[in-house]
Nanobody, 124 residues
Framework: QVRPVQSGGGLVQPGGSLRLSCAAS????????MGWFRQAPGKQRQFVAA????????YYADSVKGRFTISRDNTKNTVFLQMNSLKPEDTAVYYC?????????????????WGQGTQVTVSS
């Protein structure tokens, strides 16, 4: 069974940076896309970024484009989300997810294993 395990997150001031990591074991990591989603209090879970299994394709929500970067290291079975120029509206619980195949997607239905979530708070 795939078990994505997240690390990183925390409290940062507006304009600051954070890096999230997610290590997934249980199947051939490079065969599957990985994605990041977030959920703020009282709101639905929303797509943040995705990367194909090979790492050759990436896909971002408009709200984070140019500020966040998704990457992966298939030798370490790990995906990263580098978050720069953080804003208070980025505050949410962030989840990584492992895809059903190698194609990057913004649809949560295309992901079958989810991490435990990690809190990111952007506040002065």
């Amino acid at each position: 069974q795939v078990r994505p395990v997240q690390s990183g997150g925390g409290l940062v001031q507006p304009g600051g940076s954070l890096r999230l990591s997610c290590a997934a074991s249980g199947r051939t990591f490079s065969n599957y896309a990985m994605g990041w989603f977030r959920q703020a209090p009282g709101k639905q879970r929303q797509f943040v970024a995705a990367i194909s299994g090979s790492g050759g394709s990436t896909y971002y929500a408009d709200s984070v484009k140019g500020r966040f970067t998704i990457s992966r290291d298939n030798t370490k079975n790990t995906v990263f989300l580098q978050m720069n120029s953080l804003k208070p509206e980025d505050t949410a619980v962030y989840y990584c997810a492992s895809g059903r195949d190698g194609r990057a997607s913004g649809d949560p239905v295309e992901y079958d294993y989810w991490g435990q979530g990690t809190q990111v708070t952007v506040s002065s």
